[in-house]
């Protein structure tokens, strides 16, 4: 492969690595906002607020999160006929999927933006008691679907590579070889 889409593949894999972990936490900040609404509610009036900001949290968890999971190969597969197919036939296999991933995110992507430059001209907030501006949220999840279709190329780059009997680097595959992932090790 050439050494651009090597490189593609490097950079992409390691702001996913370091957006993916760093989204690891939101877990425990949603963590601490339920608690707080479950204490205020015992103690004092419950907080308006706290529904909702765990809702975004969440969103803002799993998109954020979602490209490193494919990075990881953590996603769900449907396994009838995949498995028994030999690692190439596989990688074409996921290659085509691949392509229709990134179909799929461009439409995505082209309505998060759409949505998103409307919450920022409008002011947008939620219809809830609390009415938060949308807007944060909005491009949270619309930099999360960029950072999901630049790995969904990154991912295609390296199965169009095994579909080839080749490692993303060039060097050959024995049909039975799964290829190592190219390292991108971040100190996290």
């Not at 490189?7 to 992409?12: E, G, L």
């Not at 799993?62 to 490209?67: E, F, K, Q």
């Not at 990881?72 to 009838?80: A, F, S």
Request: glycine share 6%; charged share 15%.
């Amino acid at each position: 492969m050439p050494k651009v889409i090597i490189a593609y593949v490097h950079t992409v894999d390691t702001v996913n690595r370091v957006v993916g972990r760093a989204a690891m936490y939101l877990v425990f900040v949603m963590l601490g906002v339920l608690l707080y609404s479950s204490f205020s509610k015992v103690f004092t009036l419950p907080a308006l607020w706290t529904l909702e900001m765990a809702q975004f949290l969440m969103a803002a968890y799993y998109i954020l999160g979602g490209p490193y999971s494919m990075q990881l190969g953590d996603h769900v597969r449907m396994d009838l006929l995949y498995s028994r197919w030999s690692p190439r036939r596989m990688a074409f296999a996921d290659s085509l999927t691949s392509f229709c991933l990134v179909a799929y995110l461009v439409v995505l992507l082209y309505g998060g933006i759409s949505s998103t430059s409307y919450a920022l001209e409008y002011n947008e907030t939620s219809y809830s008691s609390w009415s938060p501006y949308m807007a944060p949220i909005k491009i949270i999840m619309t930099i999360g679907i960029f950072l999901m279709l630049l790995q969904a190329i990154a991912y295609f780059f390296k199965d169009l590579a095994r579909a080839r009997g080749i490692t993303l680097d060039g060097r050959p595959l024995a049909d039975n070889e799964e290829p190592a992932e190219v390292p991108t090790e971040v100190g996290l």
